[in-house]
Nanobody, 129 residues
Framework: QLQLVESGGGLVQPGGSLRLSCTAS????????VGWFRQAPGKEREGVAC????????PVAASVKGRFTISKDVRKNTVYLHMNSLKPEDTGNYYC??????????????????????WGQGIQVTVSS
């Protein structure tokens, strides 16, 4: 069964940090582009960060630039979202998604292009004092 599972969410105070994990089963993330998305209540889903097989190509959204980074551990078949200096507006449900094209050279922060075929169930991140 092809599956993505997120973990690491929870409640954190403003200014704090969290690391989200996205672990795949049934397929590998060695070369496959992976993106992180989030959705806050009453808002549309937005792309946060993505990673591809192209070295150094890891775009992040302007709203999180300088605070969030994305990385991958191929031994663990896991992609991470490192979130620092968290703000209340970072609160939302966070999803990871994997591209249908295992060998695509780039990745995208847009989820309306039909590229992200595999999605996790989402995990809640709440930033509040």
């Amino acid at each position: 069964q092809l599956q993505l599972v997120e973990s690491g969410g929870g409640l954190v105070q403003p200014g704090g940090s969290l690391r989200l994990s996205c672990t795949a089963s049934g397929f590998t993330l060695d070369y496959r582009p992976v993106g992180w998305f989030r959705q806050a209540p009453g808002k549309e889903r937005e792309g946060v960060a993505c990673i591809s097989r192209t070295p150094g190509y890891r775009p992040v959204a302007a709203s999180v630039k300088g605070r969030f980074t994305i990385s991958k551990d191929v031994r663990k078949n896991t992609v991470y979202l490192h979130m620092n200096s968290l703000k209340p507006e970072d609160t939302g449900n966070y999803y990871c998604a994997a591209d249908w094209d295992e060998y695509a050279a780039d990745c995208t922060l847009q989820d309306d292009k039909g590229r992200y075929l595999y999605w996790g169930q989402g995990i809640q991140v709440t930033v509040s004092s």
